[in-house]
Structure formats: C-alpha cells, structure tokens
C-alpha cells in the first residue's frame, strides 16, 4: 500500500528584532531562492511573500521532511545566500522561532490569498497584531514577553 498525505503548512517567521531589511524590490529573488529549497526537499509551495520584516508561505512537506528541520534548513540557507549577495545590507539574519499552522484543503485558497495581499494587510495591521491573532484563531497560548 502506498502512502498518501496532504497537509498544508502556513509558515511566518520573522527578521530578527523585526528589523525593515526585506526590501521590495529584492524580496522576488529571495522568494525564488526559497521556492529552490521547497524543491530539493520535494515539497511543494502554493505561495510566498511578505514584508519588510517578515514572511509567509503556504507549503505542503514531503512526507520525509519535518517541519522544524525545513525552517532551520531555510533559515540557515537564506540567510547565508542574503548575505553572501548582499542583496538586503540590512539583514540581520532570522527571529529565533516561528509559527506553524497546519490548514484544511478547504483553506488553502482563503490562505492563498491572504499571503498574497501581505503588503496591503500591513498598512492596517502591525506583524505583532497580525501574529497574536493568528496565534488566538489556532488557539496556541502564548507568553507575550517571547513576541518582543
């Protein structure tokens, strides 16, 4: 019998001390570099953006891959690549953490679209905001000294 999996993974993390460095018109080569690494781990990404300070993507893993492992690997890698092409000369490197919030099928368009509308969402609602709710709405208690 053959396995069968379908699990979608909404992914935020941020820049570390949420400093501004993912600027917009560098952010789509960044983007692209990610989706590589989606790949190679033979995971496939519906959509990635976000803002200044932070990211979101939509993903389904491999059935191999953990999802702790693939944030440390895409941590890791990126913030080296940022680096070595010196594409954000702001970039501090990666908040410590993230969330993870597993999504229904029946989610993955409302999802979808969400990340895709990051840049407008943000002119009303600050990542910390945007953050705790979403922490509310998966109801994952939290301890306000660690969103600092």
């Given at each position: 019998?053959?396995?069968?999996?379908?699990?979608?993974?909404?992914?935020?993390?941020?820049?570390?001390?949420?400093?501004?460095?993912?600027?917009?018109?560098?952010?789509?080569?960044l983007f692209r570099y990610m989706w590589?690494?989606?790949?190679?781990?033979?995971?496939?990404?519906?959509?990635?953006?976000?803002?200044?300070?932070?990211?979101?993507?939509?993903?389904?893993?491999?059935?191999?891959?953990?999802?702790?492992?693939?944030?440390?690997?895409?941590?890791?890698?990126?913030?080296?690549?940022?680096?070595?092409?010196?594409?954000?000369?702001?970039?501090?490197?990666?908040?410590?953490?993230?969330?993870?919030?597993?999504?229904?099928?029946?989610?993955?368009?409302?999802?979808?679209?969400?990340?895709?509308?990051?840049?407008?969402?943000?002119?009303?609602?600050?990542?910390?905001?945007?953050?705790?709710?979403?922490?509310?709405?998966?109801?994952?208690?939290?301890?306000?000294?660690?969103?600092?």
């Amino acid at each position: 019998m053959s396995s069968y999996v379908q699990t979608y993974y909404h992914i935020v993390y941020s820049t570390k001390n949420r400093i501004p460095a993912l600027v917009a018109d560098q952010r789509p080569e960044l983007f692209r570099y990610m989706w590589g690494i989606l790949k190679n781990k033979k995971s496939h990404l519906y959509r990635l953006n976000g803002t200044e300070d932070h990211l979101h993507m939509l993903t389904s893993l491999h059935p191999t891959v953990a999802l702790a492992d693939l944030i440390r690997d895409m941590k890791t890698s990126s913030a080296a690549w940022i680096k070595k092409e010196k594409i954000f000369p702001d970039f501090p490197g990666w908040q410590v953490g993230y969330g993870g919030f597993t999504k229904s099928h029946a989610d993955k368009d409302k999802v979808t679209h969400y990340i895709m509308r990051q840049e407008e969402h943000h002119r009303k609602v600050s990542f910390i905001d945007e953050f705790k709710q979403l922490l509310a709405e998966e109801g994952i208690e939290f301890d306000e000294r660690f969103l600092k």
